[in-house]
């Protein structure tokens, strides 16, 4: 006689009105069934961010984990003036970048150093933006460091039409040439600089819903209108897009596990001290070509 069995359940615990869910019952260093990496897919989709706590991933775990929902991302390649931000000695696979500012005899363990960072999206200045991103906290300072998030939907949703109708059908160039919290300047000459065109409202690949894609650190300018008018949009897109009221703040702790959806939000992180250590390992999902909203 065939043993009856009692399919796991995940609970889902909303964390803020904008996005953002606690996930738990789940070990993520264990085997997981399809069906309850359906139930955490399904939970994404809905929150755009997830978090697990109390984990215990050694990279494996984690890289095991991530590529239930595709196939590995691999750390993109700095242009050579920014090539030790990427270049940190203790990133050993190729899928994964170690955020930090930890440094072995003087030399960076990682990437992306100290301080505050402004609103992005990871690899925005790539033909296939990463579809998703995985971090896992591994060592942390006393205070800050913070990752925001904020909901890019409820961002174009909230757009008034005549915006919406200045950006319809518009593209926005995005490059990778950025300093962690300046505006992005770039020239004529973009050969040496890797950078891609993006429409400015995409559809979500997976929940056909209309996402603003522009963020403060990478996005340049908004293509085929004046600088002033460029300008102009960019800055009521950005206010729009990082209102508090779209946003969630996850705030560390050791054994934090958290994903996002990186076509459906921008993230950002606070400031913390300089002279403490803040090491959080990552590892992406490949995207696709990123289509605009209809
Ligand atoms: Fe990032």
Not at 124 to 130: A, I, K, L, M
């Amino acid at each position: 006689m065939a043993q009856a069995t009692t399919a796991q359940k995940i609970t889902v615990t909303p964390l803020s009105h904008a996005c953002g869910a606690e996930i738990s019952g789940v070990d993520l260093t264990k085997d997981l069934t399809a069906d309850v990496i359906r139930q955490i897919q399904d939970a994404w989709n809905e929150h755009i961010v997830l978090t697990f706590r109390g984990q215990n991933l050694s990279q494996e775990d984690q890289l095991r984990f991530a590529s239930h929902f595709g196939p590995l991302g691999k750390r993109k390649q700095a242009p050579d003036q920014l090539k030790e931000r990427t270049e940190g000695v203790l990133q050993l696979d190729p899928h994964v970048l170690l955020v930090s500012n930890k440094k072995v005899d003087g030399v960076p363990v990682g990437a992306f150093g100290d301080g505050d960072m402004w609103y992005h999206i990871d690899s925005g200045y790539t033909e296939r933006p990463y579809a998703y991103t995985f971090l896992y906290g591994v060592e942390l300072p006393t205070w800050g460091g913070d990752t925001l998030f904020s909901n890019m939907y409820m961002a174009y949703d909230a757009m008034p039409a005549d915006l919406k109708q200045r950006i319809h059908g518009k593209r926005a160039l995005h490059v990778h040439e950025y300093k962690r919290n300046e505006k992005v300047t770039v020239g004529t000459d973009l050969s040496n600089t890797p950078h891609w065109y993006h429409p400015v409202v995409i559809t979500h690949p997976k929940t056909r819903r209309p996402s603003l894609f522009v963020d403060r650190l990478m996005t340049a300018r908004i293509e085929g209108v004046s600088q002033q008018e460029s300008d102009d949009i960019l800055g009521q897109l950005y206010e729009i897009g990082e209102r508090e009221d779209f946003v969630y703040a996850h705030k560390w702790q050791l054994g934090d596990f958290v994903m996002w959806d990186n076509l459906a939000t921008i993230h950002a992180r606070t400031y913390f001290p300089k002279e403490e250590t803040r090491l959080l390992r990552r590892c992406t999902v490949d995207g696709d070509l990123v289509s605009a909203a209809a």
